[in-house]
C-alpha cells in the first residue's frame, strides 16, 4: 500500500540575505505531529541554515490555527534570540485583526506586501511613544520602519499597538535626530466607526487661536464613550484650554453628560473647558440647558476660556527614539 | 459549546458576587485532556481570584491571573474574557486578554455594537518578565431588554480569511432574537454557525455566552444561559 505523500510546509526562496518563506495552507491548519514538524522545518532554518533575516509570507493563507499562530510566536522568539529579525507580510485583514485583539501587532512587524518586508528588514526602524494619557507605550508602525531612512516625512499616522490610538503627525517634522514629531491629530476609537479626537489646530474654518484644543466626539456619548472621553481630556497637555465640540455626537446619555459637566468643573492644572454643540440638535443642547459653559458658536466657546496662558500655546508631541533601545 | 474533539478545551465560569455577576469566558491551546485540564484550571483558579478580591477590578484580576499562570512552564497562551455586571446600577465592566470583542445590543436602538476592548492573551510566550501585560477594564451601560454576547475566537473563526470565516455574521441575529430571550439569541447563533459553508470540519472548540435582561423587569433579575 502506498503512503500518501508528506506535504510540503513551508516553500522557501532566498533574496541575498533574506530567507523569505511562502508558509503553506496545510502547515497553518497542520495539529498534532504534523504541527510539530511545521515547526521543527521552520526552526530548522535558523538553528540549521543559520538564517538570521526571515519574511514570513502569509500569502497561500486561507486559515491560520491557533496551534500555527503559537508556532509563529516561537518563531519570532527564536529568531529575535538569534539574534535577527522576522517580518510578517501579506497578511488577510481578517487574521490581521486577530493580532490587534490580541496586541500581538505590538509584537510582530506587519507589512502590507513582500517587497515592502524586502526593503524594511534592514531598516533602522524608530519607535514612537504613544502620546495618549495613560499609555506611554513605545512602539514602531508599517510608517516608522518604511520611512525611517527619511529626513522629512509626508503626513503619516501611526497605530499605538498598546492602546490602539492612532495619531497623526506633522508631515513638516523633521525625524532625522529628532527627539520628539508634533502630533497634529489624536483619535481614540469609541464603537466601530465612531471615535473622540484631539486636535491641536482645530479643522474649524474660523480655526481658534493657538493654545485650544478640541476635544470632538464622533458618534455616541455614553458610559462607554465617557471614559475615551476623559482619556481624551488628560491627553491635552496643561494647563488645558479645551473646546469639547459635541457637534458631531449623535446621542447622549445620562453617564456621558455627567462626565462633560464632571471635565468642565475641573480645575486641576489650572484646566478650563467649554462645551461646543450644534443648533442643529436640539435635544442634545436640552440635555445640557443651563450650563454656563455651552455654546452653540465656536468662537464663544473659545472666548469663553479666556485668556490663552502662554504654557498652553504648545503642541502635542510625539516622542522618538531608534528602535530596540 | 461545542467541542472540537471529545473534550474541550474551552471554559466558561459564572460566580455570583453580592448583588454582581461575573462571568469569564476562555480558550486553552491545544485539544485533548490537556487542554480540558488547563481549561477547568483557569476557570477555577478565575473563581477563586473573583472571591478573594476586595473590590472588583477586572484589570486587575486578569494581571494576578497571568502573574500566576506565567510562573509555571507547564502552562501556554490563554485567551479569556471577563464581564461583571452591576444590575442595580446598569453598569457592566469587561476586561479582554485575547479574545474576539464582545457584542452587546441595545434594545434602546434597536442595535448591536462590537466592544473593542483589547488586552494580550494570559501567559504568552512573548512576554516580557519586566514589562507583564497591562488589561483595561471598560465600562457600558446595560439595561433591560439588552443583551450581551461572549465568544470564543472558535466561533468567529477569527484565523480565517475574512471572506471565509463566519466571523461578526451573527449580529443581525442578535437584533432579530433579542427580545425572545438568551437562550433563543443563542441557539439562533449557533445554527447560523453550523450552516455557514466552510471547507472541512471547523478548526477549534466554539463557545457562546449569551446574557439578556428581560424586557419589563427590574435589571435586577437576569437571566443567564449557556
Known amino acids: 500500500m502506498s503512503e500518501k505523500p508528506r506535504p510540503t510546509w513551508i516553500d522557501v526562496s532566498q533574496a541575498g540575505d533574506v530567507a523569505v518563506v511562502h508558509v503553506t495552507r496545510s502547515a497553518a491548519t497542520a495539529d498534532g505531529g504534523f504541527a510539530t514538524e511545521v515547526r521543527r522545518a521552520l526552526f530548522n532554518l535558523v538553528d540549521e541554515r543559520g538564517v538570521r533575516k526571515l519574511v514570513l509570507s502569509f500569502a497561500n493563507l486561507e486559515h491560520l490555527s491557533s496551534t500555527f499562530l503559537g508556532t509563529v510566536i516561537a518563531m519570532h522568539k527564536r529568531v529575535r534570540g538569534a539574534p535577527g529579525r522576522m517580518i510578517l507580510c501579506e497578511v488577510d485583514p481578517g487574521i490581521y485583526e486577530v493580532f490587534e485583539m490580541t496586541k500581538l501587532d505590538k509584537i510582530f512587524t506587519v507589512l502590507p506586501l513582500e517587497a515592502d518586508a524586502l526593503q524594511a528588514i534592514d531598516a533602522d526602524a524608530v519607535e514612537t511613544l504613544c502620546p495618549v494619557h495613560g499609555c506611554g507605550a513605545w512602539g514602531t508602525s508599517v510608517h516608522t520602519i518604511l520611512l525611517a531612512s527619511s529626513t522629512r516625512l509626508l503626513p503619516w499616522s501611526i497605530t499605538c499597538p498598546e492602546c490602539g490610538a492612532r495619531f497623526d503627525v506633522d508631515g513638516e517634522s523633521p525625524v532625522a535626530g529628532a527627539a520628539s514629531l508634533v502630533a497634529r491629530k489624536v483619535s481614540l476609537g469609541t464603537y466601530d466607526g465612531e471615535r473622540v479626537e484631539v486636535y491641536y489646530q482645530s479643522e474649524w474654518s474660523n480655526c481658534p487661536p493657538r493654545g485650544v484644543y478640541v476635544v470632538e466626539l464622533v458618534g455616541r456619548l455614553d458610559l462607554f464613550a465617557a471614559d475615551i472621553l476623559e482619556r481624551a481630556w488628560l491627553t491635552v497637555p496643561p494647563p488645558r484650554r479645551v473646546v469639547i465640540d459635541l457637534r458631531k455626537a449623535v446621542e447622549l446619555t445620562g453617564p456621558g453628560a455627567d462626565m462633560v459637566r464632571e471635565l468642565c468643573a475641573r480645575g486641576e492644572d489650572d484646566s478650563r473647558t467649554a462645551v461646543l454643540v450644534g443648533k442643529e440638535k436640539p435635544e442634545l443642547a436640552a440635555a445640557l440647558t443651563g450650563w454656563p459653559a455651552v455654546h452653540d458658536d465656536p468662537a464663544a466657546a473659545v472666548r469663553a476660556l479666556g485668556e490663552i496662558p502662554a504654557e498652553a500655546k504648545r503642541p502635542l508631541t510625539v516622542a522618538i527614539r531608534p528602535a530596540g533601545k | ?226
Open chain 2, 1 to 226: 459549546m461545542l467541542p472540537k474533539g471529545e473534550v474541550g478545551a474551552d471554559f466558561v465560569e459564572a460566580v455570583p458576587r453580592g448583588d454582581q455577576l461575573v462571568l469569564a469566558v476562555g480558550d486553552a491551546p491545544g485539544t485533548g485532556l490537556k487542554g480540558g485540564f488547563v481549561a477547568r484550571f483557569v476557570g477555577n483558579l478565575f473563581r477563586r481570584l473573583v472571591k478573594q478580591a476586595g473590590a472588583l477590578q477586572l484589570a486587575e484580576l486578569l494581571t494576578e491571573l497571568n502573574r500566576e499562570l506565567s510562573a509555571h512552564d507547564y502552562f501556554e497562551a490563554v485567551s479569556m474574557q471577563c464581564v461583571a455586571l452591576d444590575p442595580r446600577g446598569g453598569i457592566l465592566a469587561v476586561a479582554n486578554a485575547g479574545c474576539p470583542y464582545p457584542v452587546l445590543y441595545s434594545s434602546r436602538r434597536g442595535r448591536c455594537d462590537r466592544l473593542p476592548v483589547r488586552g494580550e492573551v494570559i501567559c504568552s510566550p512573548l512576554q516580557d518578565p519586566h514589562a507583564p501585560p497591562r488589561y483595561e477594564q471598560r465600562r457600558v451601560e446595560m439595561g433591560p431588554g439588552d443583551v450581551l454576547v461572549l465568544l470564543s475566537d472558535g466561533l468567529i473563526e477569527g484565523h480565517a480569511r475574512r471572506a471565509e470565516g463566519y466571523g461578526y455574521r451573527f449580529l443581525p441575529l442578535v437584533e432579530q432574537n433579542a427580545s425572545r430571550g438568551a437562550r433563543a439569541v443563542g441557539e439562533a447563533i449557533l445554527d447560523a454557525w453550523r450552516a455557514h459553508p466552510r471547507p472541512g470540519t471547523y478548526a477549534d472548540d466554539v463557545t457562546v455566552v449569551v446574557m439578556a435582561v428581560p424586557l419589563g423587569e427590574p435589571a435586577a433579575t437576569q437571566e443567564v444561559r449557556r
